[in-house]
Nanobody
Framework: QVQLVESGGGLVQAGGSLRVSCAASGRTFSSYNVGWFRQAPGKEREFVASISWSGYNTGYADSVKGRFTISRDNAKNTAYLQMNSLKPEDTAVYYC?????????????????WGQGTQVTVSS
């Protein structure tokens, strides 16, 4: 079992920045790939970014490429999503998720463990 807890969400103006964190406990976090997903009101959950267990490989949705950066610190059992140049359409609940090392990527079905989410609101 892996328990995930997101934090760092909040209200920010358009053009601003925010960093959300995902703290893990339980099984060895460093052996899991991590993904960030988001869900806006009335919309389906969508992929935002992913990072491999080693941190060497990352992937991004086109909508956030160049603005968001995913990273992880396995010594601290924590993953991060740095969000810059935020837009009102980035408003959503952001979830982190963990997948075994051979799974993950942009497909939510590949992730076995999920956090409870953190709200990010971008005002215009």
């Amino acid at each position: 079992q892996v328990q995930l807890v997101e934090s760092g969400g909040g209200l920010v103006q358009a053009g601003g920045s925010l960093r959300v964190s995902c703290a893990a406990s339980g099984r060895t976090f460093s052996s899991y790939n991590v993904g960030w997903f988001r869900q806006a009101p009335g919309k389906e959950r969508e992929f935002v970014a992913s990072i491999s267990w080693s941190g060497y490989n990352t992937g991004y949705a086109d909508s956030v490429k160049g603005r968001f950066t995913i990273s992880r610190d396995n010594a601290k059992n924590t993953a991060y999503l740095q969000m810059n140049s935020l837009k009102p359409e980035d408003t959503a609940v952001y979830y982190c998720a963990a997948a075994p090392s051979l799974m993950g990527g942009s497909y939510s079905s590949q992730y076995a463990y999920w956090g409870q989410g953190t709200q990010v609101t971008v005002s215009s």
